[in-house]
């Protein structure tokens, strides 16, 4: 997938299914979501919203 002229998304989540290389992210856009592992704090952490586990690895 081509993205010539456009911003690219840098990650280095390789359990991701989307990563490239170690160190891209192949979608054209990302969902940034903010962090709910702690509910009592201000929500001022962000996870990517469009991370999806690649198939076939362990967590």
């Not at 993205?3 to 192949?26: A, H, L, P, R, W």
């Amino acid at each position: 997938m081509s993205k010539g002229g456009m911003q690219t998304i840098g990650c280095e989540v390789t359990s991701c299914q989307y990563n490239s290389q170690g160190s891209e992210c192949s979608l054209n856009s990302i969902q940034v979501r903010p962090s709910m592992h702690n509910q009592s704090e201000q929500q001022n952490e962000s996870l990517c919203g469009s991370y999806s586990h690649k198939s076939g690895e362990s967590w």
